[in-house]
T-cell receptor
Framework: DTEVTQTPKHLVMGMTNKKSLKCEQHMGHRAMYWYKQKAKKPPELMFVYSYEKLSINESVPSRFSPECPNSSLLNLHLHALQPEDSALYLC?????????????????FGEGSRLTVL | ELKVEQNPLFLSMQEGKNYTIYCNYSTTSDRLYWYRQDPGKSLESLFVLLSNGAVKQEGRLMASLDTKARLSTLHITAAVHDLSATYFCAVADYGGSQGNLIFGKGTKLSVKP
């Protein structure tokens, strides 16, 4: 069983809606990630939080807004999305952060939130 | 820029046969990961390879890493239907997105009776 929990598992939203995806881990990991995965494609990195600070933003449109309230929680706020944003959104965590610490840990992925934008 | 190439992208095997999936990467890295993904599901970590010459085995799967050749292999022995899934290799990027994992395109494995 995964120790990274994502909610909701499925989300359908209109282009004018505001919604949020949530991710939680209690493994004491200090880095948390959002990935987007389209069908039959590999995951693409969106954001990385390291020690609760945004470390990497891979040129993601502003209609996606990440938030890391504490070391265990990661949110992705969604607003004015487009149909092409429909995808599986994966949260992951790793034991070490990026702040000058050598990356040694593997990523542990949640089950994902499948988003459909109408 | 780190690039990761997997081949083959599609693999149809008969049960009981052996095969190898290859993962090549373009710049120096010493950390490589293999993941399995079932349709509609998340990624499950299979192997973590952290040094040149690392070899790990779990059941019918064995992974190895040659950092000098920038090559990892995932060998399947006596395939069974339960191994049908998509397999991704991912390489730690110490360049532009330090600490990020760059994924290959995935190998969709189908094991037929």
């Amino acid at each position: 069983d995964t120790e990274v929990t994502q909610t909701p598992k499925h989300l359908v939203m209109g282009m004018t809606n505001k919604k949020s995806l949530k991710c939680e881990q209690h493994m004491g990991h200090r880095a948390m990630y959002w990935y987007k995965q389209k069908a039959k494609k590999p995951p693409e990195l969106m954001f990385v939080y390291s020690y609760e600070k945004l470390s990497i933003n891979e040129s993601v449109p502003s209609r996606f807004s990440p938030e890391c309230p504490n070391s265990s929680l990661l949110n992705l706020h969604l607003h004015a999305l487009q149909p092409e944003d429909s995808a599986l959104y994966l949260c992951a965590s790793s034991p070490r952060g990026l702040a000058g610490v050598v990356y040694t840990g593997e990523l542990f992925f949640g089950e994902g939130s499948r988003l459909t934008v109408l | 820029e780190l690039k990761v190439e997997q081949n083959p992208l599609f693999l149809s095997m008969q049960e009981g046969k052996n095969y190898t999936i290859y993962c090549n990467y373009s710049t120096t890295s010493d950390r490589l990961y293999w993941y399995r993904q079932d349709p509609g599901k998340s990624l499950e970590s299979l192997f973590v390879l952290l040094s040149n010459g690392a070899v790990k085995q779990e059941g019918r799967l064995m992974a190895s890493l040659d950092t000098k050749a920038r090559l990892s292999t995932l060998h399947i022995t006596a395939a069974v239907h339960d191994l049908s899934a998509t397999y991704f290799c991912a390489v730690a990027d110490y360049g532009g997105s330090q600490g990020n994992l760059i994924f290959g395109k995935g190998t969709k494995l189908s094991v037929k009776p």
